[in-house]
């Protein structure tokens, strides 16, 4: 609580440093000048504008509103990520949600720049401004066709199957994809007789009897389910890459990347638990 003499030396503080006479003191009281009617127009406007501020913060921490801008590399945007957005929007519609999909490079410069709250990607960061989670790791899987004669037998050897025809990820540069580099670390060396710039153009062409593929088992779902691809069964251990979840160094997450993150990993959980079939 105030006391009047208080109020009266705020007020007359205030007039003094404004130059200009705000009240008329009558013996009934005081009385606004044009000039105090000025600032009391403001003042009401400044106090709506921090209640409306009050509002418009607490829309965000509890999801009422606001923006995200998720950015990720193809297998994670085009297989992983669709189901989690429907979730999201399901339970938070009125978050603006917006996906960039692009090669792990492109994705991770997009946040250097500051256009992305988050990327996902399947190549490690070499940029210390981010912080970089791995937060889930990717099966490679070999495919076939269904009538491909390597699925009469109960396991193939890695050499046999890099022995048929290679239909493979195409780079845009000299540098081999990753399934070639990883096949080389294990001395193996497939020939490749088409590159092709996307997965879904890989497993058509394996459906096609083109060749054979290692492609993510996140691509594979539907053509296991529609029966156009087999997952053939290799003796040895599986290719597996780290798929990584990069944010802004030392910043605090907002409530809507917070929330989307927890969905992300719930999705990861549940994709744990299903079993591996092989079509």
Do not use: W
């Not at 990520?81 to 917006?98: G, N």
């Not at 699925?151 to 890695?158: D, G, I, Q, V």
């Not at 020939?191 to 290692?214: D, F, N, P, W």
Request: glycine content about 6%; aromatic content about 6%; overall charge positive.
């Amino acid at each position: 609580m105030i006391s009047q003499p208080a109020v009266s030396k705020q007020l007359q503080l205030l007039e003094r440093s404004l130059r200009v006479r705000l009240f008329d003191r009558q013996p009934r009281g005081v009385q606004l000048t044009a000039a105090g009617e000025v600032l009391a127009d403001y003042a009401r406007r400044i106090f709506a504008l921090e209640a409306e501020a009050h509002r418009a913060i607490e829309d965000c921490t509890s999801l009422r509103r606001g923006k995200l801008a998720i950015g990720a590399s193809t297998t994670i945007g085009v297989y992983l990520l669709p189901e989690v957005f429907v979730r999201f929007r399901k339970r938070y519609p009125e978050v603006e949600l917006s996906l960039e999909v692009g090669s792990s490079r492109s994705i991770q410069s997009e946040l250097l720049q500051d256009t992305l709250d988050v990327a996902l990607t399947e190549v490690a960061p070499d940029e210390s401004a981010f912080g970089a989670m791995e937060f889930m790791t990717d099966e490679l899987v070999p495919v076939v066709c269904r009538s491909h004669p390597l699925l009469k037998k109960s396991r193939a050897t890695p050499q046999r199957f890099c022995q048929e025809p290679f239909v493979v990820r195409a780079t845009g540069s000299d540098t081999k994809s990753f399934v070639e580099r990883a096949l080389a670390e294990r001395g193996l060396f497939p020939t490749a007789v088409m590159s092709l710039g996307s997965t879904e153009a890989i497993k058509r062409a394996v459906a096609a009897g083109v060749g054979v593929a290692i492609v993510s088992r996140l691509a594979i779902g539907l053509e296991l389910k529609a029966k156009t691809l087999a997952v053939l069964k290799l003796s040895g251990p599986a290719i597996r890459r780290p798929l990584y979840r990069l944010t802004h160094r030392g910043r605090s997450p907002s409530a809507a990347l917070t929330a989307f993150i927890a969905m992300l990993d719930e999705k990861v959980q549940e994709s744990k638990g299903k079993p591996q079939g092989n079509g």
